[in-house]
């Protein structure tokens, strides 16, 4: 959703958070993930307004019903919002200095606070040495496409911005086939069948046990799998599990 009065600029969030969304004719809040960036906000101008995007899934919960009327029904309407959540960049209670890597590991919609965090990496002219994101993703039926899979397009073209080759990517597909990737479209360079497992974790945080004691993981997806994931990479030897972050879709 974007709007971009005044009131928008004035909402301070950090990269990961969701905001609380109370709409005067409802009686409960909605709670969406901010997937843009705290720079995305920027000063409004006459040719460019301030704006804040969430992911908002179609569905029976009221406020999401709402949000995904018509523009023109709900144009210039007012709602409250508050920010929430401290699955953030930076990581609360730790000093960025000493990072040297991060880790993004997302399932499925877990992907949606993980761009906002992602992008403000990538826009940030200092930020860790060596980024991983490592993406595991349902594919619908038919042709597989990088535009058809959840921000996937937004993340490569982040990356091809770069100048440095510390940054990468690795997308897990399920529900495919070998020719389905062999004939899919637009994909990434690291590829692979089937879900996210324990060997791609280890490869991600690599063997360094300095640089294991200083990468940040961030994990975000169903709650087995965040679960068995955080447990798992907190008890890597050299592994800080202090800085092995999550969080769940319930």
Known sequence: MNNSTDDIYQVKFQPGQWLDVFIPSLSKAGGFTITSTPTDQGQPTPQRQAYFELAIQKSTNPPAQWLWKPESEIINEQIIVRTGGSFVWPPP????????????????????????????????????KKIR????????????????????????????????????????????????IDHAKGLP???????????????????????????????????????QFVEYLSTREGVDKRKVLCEKWW
């Open 189 to 227: 360079e690291h590829v692979k069948l089937g879900r996210i497992e324990k060997d791609d974790l280890e490869a991600a945080i690599g063997e360094d046990r300095s640089v294991r004691q200083n990468t940040v993981a961030y994990i975000c997806g169903p709650p087995a799998m965040t679960d």
């Open 93 to 128: 209670g730790i000093d960025v200095d000493g990072i040297e890597q991060v880790v993004l590991i997302a399932g499925g919609v877990g992907i949606n606070p993980l761009i906002s965090v992602f992008a403000h990496l990538m826009s940030l002219p200092q930020r860790p």
């Open 133 to 180: 994101f490592v993406y595991g993703s349902k594919v619908e039926k038919g042709p597989i496409e990088a535009s058809r899979i959840l921000f996937l397009t937004r993340i490569m073209d982040l990356i091809k911005k770069q100048a440095d080759t510390n940054i990468e990517l690795d997308l897990f597909l399920t529900s495919a086939s070998r020719s389905d």
